[in-house]
């Protein structure tokens, strides 16, 4: 099960070649289906279905320290909380 600030890489056979194998972090749960991935080299926020990702089994402890509690993102990605 992921958790806020997990870090994880997108998988290779997801939709959106501009993120694939790209690595991130989980900012929080978007819906039941969705999760909010900050991916580092984009510097932004996809929507992502959790099995689009695999985890690293590292943690961003940085960016838990930055923003504190976990984000909440829309289903476009754009942070709203």
Known sequence: MLRPYDIVVVNQDVDDEDIRGLEGYVIGEVSP???????????RV?????????????????ARHERGTPLRVNSKGEIIG
Not at 33 to 43: A, D, K
């Open 33 to 43: 289906e969705q999760i909010g991935v900050f991916v580092y080299q984009r510097e």
């Open 46 to 62: 996809w929507c992502l279905h959790p099995s689009s990702v695999r985890a690293t089994g590292a943690s961003d402890e940085g």
